[in-house]
């Protein structure tokens, strides 16, 4: 990225951080965000090119003046008190929500939170995580859709951090408070598709504390079922030729909520396994929740469908795998250990359903272009997983063969198990127009008759078959 001309000087910047050791930790950081302003805002305007970068004398004001980290480690740095620290959240809160110019607002959060590898960036997540649960509580949109370019741009583990403290905030420590995080979806949805997405990472059901709460699991069920299109927000609106850092989060959560769908029941079935095995009651946590996770499932592939009209409209289908093989082989594998543990315990009924789940989302994914897998790789990554009917079923593809004297095979065709009789209507038929008794012409009952025109008096029993002149044959 091009550096930033209109910053003051090495020796300027000098002067700037003794007056800013002068004053108070608030003011000190009010100083440095009004610095920010005025130097990225006049960069950004002035530019061409790129976006413009930070000096690192200015990295190093944002750290030590506002995530408390001392560049000289002789000096004790000067930290805020509380009621400071949520002064200068509602500094920022107020910043951001005034600032005009979406790019500026973009550049100033990047400017604040990304990360830079060092000791400062703890402080960061701290600082970041309280910004947001704060912007959440008060509707502070312009910082959630900042909040939902950093974790697109991000790496998962820090988004999955971020998450756990939102989290923590609504679903944990106040329960009540779920209701505040529900609203937030029609203010800013690009933020809860990204929200969405983090929180899949986290709850990957490896244990039960990393299981999703219930409260979470209704209101997530509640915005997927409303408008099933969230999932796609972030995909639809990404820029094919963006490069996305390594490491960073899925762009849809449709890997993450499909985890969810067929792990629930093994996982629900592995804590009622444990609590059984330490002599405790059986858990009827699984069953309250089994209609929501059918919904999640039942959303997750109407999105897929929805997905392929994207795809196809962008000329994408066979091109990009929204799914990648290598995520769906660790769902797998992931799926096959929570079998094996529960192989022993009677569960049979659970396993079943997650694997008709996991089948019914590996077709439809296939079937819409998500998924760029061949049947033979498939049966290579789910030769680990127990029996199950569908399964076996996605695994094999359809046997299509084209019936006798048809055209062309085509492939979206099926034919009928029963094929008609050729006739004139059918579009299969090769002879439109059939005689009754094509290869005996000479057996015509109609040549005879000519002679009953000159015996008037014939009595009508004549007709019986046994008084015929022409030998009579029966129909078999």
């Not at 499909?258 to 330490?278: H, I």
């Not at 592939?301 to 093989?325: K, S």
Request: glycine share 4%; net charge neutral; aromatic share 6%.
């Amino acid at each position: 990225m091009s550096k930033i001309t209109s910053f003051p000087s090495t020796a300027e910047m000098s002067d700037i951080r003794h007056a800013l050791l002068r004053r108070d930790p608030l003011s000190a950081a009010k100083e440095v965000l009004y610095h920010l302003d005025i130097s990225l805002g006049s960069a950004l305007q002035s530019s061409t090119g790129p976006t413009p970068g930070l000096e690192k004398s200015t990295v190093e004001l944002v750290e030590e003046f506002i995530f408390h980290v001392p560049k000289d480690r002789n000096i004790q740095p000067k930290r805020m008190s509380c009621v400071q620290e949520l002064q200068l959240l509602e500094i920022m809160c107020s910043y951001f929500q005034e600032q005009s110019k979406d790019a500026i607002r973009q550049i100033i959060f990047s400017a604040l939170f990304s990360l830079q590898g060092n000791k400062a960036d703890e402080s960061r997540m701290a600082m970041l995580g309280k910004l947001v649960s704060m912007a959440i509580a008060v509707c502070r949109v312009p910082i959630l859709e900042c909040a939902a370019t950093w974790l697109q741009r991000t790496h998962s583990a820090w988004c999955v951090r971020l998450a756990r403290v939102l989290m923590d905030d609504y679903c944990t420590l106040v329960p009540c408070a779920i209701s505040t995080l529900q609203n937030i979806c029609s203010a800013s949805p690009r933020f809860c598709c990204q929200l969405l997405t983090a929180v899949t990472a986290l709850y990957d059901f490896s244990s039960d504390e990393l299981t999703p709460p219930p409260a979470l699991l209704e209101m997530l069920v509640g915005w997927i079922t409303e408008d099933p299109r969230l999932l796609l927000l972030t995909f639809i609106n990404t820029p094919l030729n963006s490069s996305l850092p390594l490491g960073c989060l899925e762009i849809t959560p449709l890997l993450g909520l499909l985890r969810w769908c067929v792990k629930a029941p093994l996982a629900y079935q592995r804590g009622r396994k444990s609590a059984l095995t330490n002599g405790h009651g059986e858990s009827e946590k699984g069953t309250a929740y089994e209609e929501l996770y059918s919904k999640l499932h039942l959303s997750v592939l109407q999105v897929f469908l929805m997905l392929q009209v994207h795809l196809t409209e962008q000329n994408l289908i066979g091109r990009l795998a929204v799914l990648p093989v290598e995520s769906v082989a660790t769902l797998v594998e992931e799926v096959s250990r929570l079998c094996e543990k529960l192989t022993p315990f009677p569960a049979a009924n659970h396993i079943q359903l997650a694997l008709d789940r996991l089948a019914q989302a590996l077709q439809v994914a296939m079937a819409t272009g998500a998924l760029l897998c061949a049947r033979e790789d498939l049966r290579t990554l789910c030769s680990r997983l127990p029996h199950n009917n569908l399964l076996q079923l996605v695994m094999s593809g359809p046997v299509v063969q084209p019936p006798p004297h048809s055209g062309p095979f085509q492939p979206n065709m099926y034919p009928h198990i029963h094929p008609g009789r050729p006739s004139t209507l059918s579009p299969h038929s090769p002879h439109p127009v059939l005689s009754p008794h094509p290869t005996h012409p000479a057996l015509s009952p109609h040549r005879p008759l000519t002679a009953h025109a000159a015996h008037p008096s014939l009595s009508p029993h004549a007709f019986h078959p046994a008084a015929m002149a022409f030998p009579y044959r029966p129909i078999r």
